[in-house]
């Protein structure tokens, strides 16, 4: 597995396929908390992110495996979004290594903290979110924030379908 942050010149085909990606993993990840179908990025969104230097993507024999959003909120904080790995190679270690690839970009920057954002139905339990939640502990990261997602982010209330916290989840980068 090859992981490589994009350049900002990458070829259309290469960001219109990640939207895919992001979109068809959401879609199940996230089943039932959002009312339609508007997917959770375009590719449109995606060239900005790329131009910007933020999408790393993992790739096995060449082929498109996984992808990441990895920002900087501030001096000393990193973030990591939008992370995606391809269904048919699950349990690979895909989204691990992403996520180490993500941590290492940060920290080589100068970064102290790493920061990601999980939405999470709060009246039921989502098998998916359930499972990142459990794998974002074993890998160091723990909830700094807890919020009414309606609260932090009005504009998103109507297109929620069910009552949705959002956390904060944070881990030193060593
Ligand atoms: C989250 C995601 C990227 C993980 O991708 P992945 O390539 O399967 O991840 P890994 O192979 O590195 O496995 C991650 C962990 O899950 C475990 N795991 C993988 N497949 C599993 C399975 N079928 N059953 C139980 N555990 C499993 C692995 O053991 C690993 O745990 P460990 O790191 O403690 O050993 C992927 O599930 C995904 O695309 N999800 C949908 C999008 C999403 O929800 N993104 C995050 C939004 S915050």
Redesign the pocket.
Known sequence: MEIELLPPSADVAVVTRIAELVNQ??A??EKGLWRGTTGRTSADEVAGFVRAGEIAVARVAGDLA?SVRIQRLDEKTGEF?????D?A??????????VRFAERTSRDAGCREMQ???LVPREWTHP?KQ??AE?YE??GYRVTHRADLAEDYPHLAPSLATPCDFLVYRKALG
């Open positions: 993993v959401y199940e990840s996984g979004g939008m992370l995606a790995a269904p190679r699950r349990g690979a270690g895909i989204g691990r290594e992403l990601l954002e999980l998916s499972f990142l794998w074993r890998l």
